[in-house]
């Protein structure tokens, strides 16, 4: 366990702690009245309401939409399930700067609204919940359908034989089982859009700022060091507080859970209602999550391949090197990072897996969710305050963007294994240590073979964040070598045709490589691994 703290310690709390020391503190004096003077400010007063009740709203509208969708893919069993199930995830594997650019191609200027109707949705609030119900979508799909599928539904059969209606029969026994799952895809989706920058940064324009991306511009615009640090304190308790509460249903869910294959809950659909509802559910999956990627290939497309072709020109301006090689600049920072993440999170996973584990090691479990909440642009800023004298002097090196990309790595490849790991039966262990086997010769021999497809999985996920990691790339990546939302996020800050169709280009280059990923970890997935 020492190996995943100090790694926290370093490249986590410490950047944290630094820009909120450097924020706060002054002539060795804490300036702990300006935390009242910056939350009395009516500008982030502002800031908070709406970060909070677009939070709320996006939370709302991603059940509504996704809860018909968990019991199709729970229930239902129809060709090309499988294939569907990816399609639905693609969306959750995106940048948030993929799916800002896909919806700023379908209702921003040109879009295919404004080319139709002349409707822009852009610099709205109505374009950001929608995209963060494009992006949280499979969450709740996962989350919630992942435990509907195996509830044993022969109890709701059996109070219906009993003579209670469906929808009492489902009020009164199906959704108290599922009330945890609910509460925990909320929750994660409030997480997300609660902390959302790469969304609202593209789409909300000058009008609309959340917490991270006022961050974000008293850190990089304002430089008020003060201020941002205030802001991410009040971030940091928001976040504790949500990831507190994840924790607590998580638990209920884990308790709450019999364990029925899922293969027998899912039938042909049957009736009128069930077929509806099956052509309700791939009609909001086309028009919500497949049209707007379409739209961003379309629009990539305009003029035949020029974007693409002109993605190997350098400018010597915003780029010192053409736009191009941030693919291959991105892949090799990933890579790294898939691999530091999976050292460190599964070091965290085998500890945590332990029965012997003691409260503070379990404890390790939610905070290790914390990089996913906290402001990832006060991570990056943090490198380069604190990672900038000697022993640890890395402020100039490459190594800085995968260490960031990892952070946001690990929590998803603990979530992937601590389940399998967990389900490792301790016998096994201990017959091979009687045998003599070594500690590494027991992990080797018994626990690699069991868990190796959760791992597989675990670094697919891995490997889709970093390459999609933005709030803290896009401090510390070097001119000289951008990553693919960096470069994004570059070419759609300025003017021109060349430079939003190049954007377009990109971004459709990056998606297809979050889809290739995930269809690899989709053949792998099995019923117990690879949910949310």
């Known amino acids: ?16 702690v630094a820009i909120v020391t450097r924020g706060l503190k002054a002539d060795g004096v804490w300036r702990f009245g300006r935390i009242v003077d910056v939350v009395g400010e009516s500008d982030i007063r502002h800031v908070l309401w709406f970060t909070t009740w677009q939070a709320l709203a996006s939370t709302a509208l991603t059940l509504l939409a996704a809860l018909p969708a968990a019991y199709v893919f729970a229930r239902l069993d129809f060709p090309g399930k499988q294939v569907l199930r990816a399609v639905v995830t693609v969306p959750f594997v995106l ?9 700023l191609a379908l209702v921003g200027r040109g879009g295919l609204l404004d080319e139709l109707w002349g409707v822009r949705l852009d610099t709205t609030v109505w374009a950001i919940l929608l995209a963060h119900v494009f992006f949280n979508y499979a969450v709740v799909v996962r989350t919630v359908g992942g435990l509907w599928a195996q509830l044993d539904p022969r109890q709701e059969e059996a109070a219906r034989m009993l003579g209670v209606s469906s929808p009492a029969a489902w009020r009164k026994v199906t959704l108290p089982a599922l009330a945890p799952a609910v509460a925990a895809a909320a929750l994660m989706v409030f997480l997300f859009t609660f902390t959302s920058f790469g969304v609202v940064q593209i789409l909300g324009g000058p009008t609309f700022a959340t917490l991270e991306v006022e961050i974000y511009r008293q850190t990089s615009e304002i430089f008020d060091l003060s201020t941002a640090a205030v802001l991410t304190l009040v971030q940091f308790a928001a976040v504790g507080a949500i990831l507190a509460v994840h924790a ?3 638990r ?14 899912a039938r042909r659909p049957r ?4 077929w509806a509802l099956l052509g309700g559910v791939l009609a909001t999956i086309a028009v919500l999550l497949v049209l707007p990627l379409a739209v961003l290939v379309r629009r990539s497309l305009d003029g035949g391949f020029g974007y693409y072709r002109a993605l190997g020109d350098a400018d010597g301006g915003t780029f010192l090197v053409a736009p191009i090689e941030s693919v291959v600049n991105s892949l090799q920072y990933a890579v790294v990072a898939t691999a530091v993440a999976v050292v460190i999170g599964g070091l965290a996973a085998a ?12 404890g390790f479990d939610a905070l290790l969710m914390l990089p996913l ?5 006060t991570v990056g800023f943090g490198f380069l305050i604190a990672l900038d004298k000697p022993p640890l002097d890395l402020r100039q090196s490459w190594i800085l963007v995968p260490l960031a990309q990892a952070l946001v790595g690990v929590p998803f490849v603990v ?3 601590l389940p399998v790991l967990r389900a490792v039966d301790e016998r096994l262990r201990e017959a091979a240590a009687v045998l003599g086997a070594s500690p590494w010769r027991v992990w080797r021999e018994v626990d690699l073979p069991l868990v190796r497809r959760a791992l597989l999985i675990a670094a697919g996920f891995a490997f889709a964040v970093s390459l999609g990691e933005f709030g803290a790339t896009v401090f510390i990546a070097r001119p000289d070598n951008p990553t693919l939302p960096v470069a994004v996020a570059r070419l759609l800050s300025r003017p021109g045709d060349l430079n939003y169709g190049q954007a377009m280009a990109l971004s459709t280059i990056l998606m297809v490589v979050c889809a290739v990923a995930l269809l690899v970890l989709e053949r792998l997935r099995t019923d117990r691994t690879g949910e949310f």
């Open 252 to 265: 209920r869910r884990e308790s709450a859970l019999r364990l029925v294959d899922p293969s027998v809950t």
């Open 351 to 362: 500890a945590l897996a332990r029965r012997d584990a003691g409260r503070l090691v379990r």
């Open 271 to 274: 009736g009128a209602g069930q």
């Open 1 to 16: 366990m020492f190996v995943p703290v100090a790694f926290f310690a370093v490249f986590f709390a410490w950047p944290v």
């Open 373 to 377: 909440g906290v402001s990832a642009v």
């Open 415 to 417: 979530r992937t294994m």
């Open 248 to 250: 607590w249903t998580v």
């Open 95 to 103: 940048p948030t700067v993929v799916v800002g650019t896909a919806f």
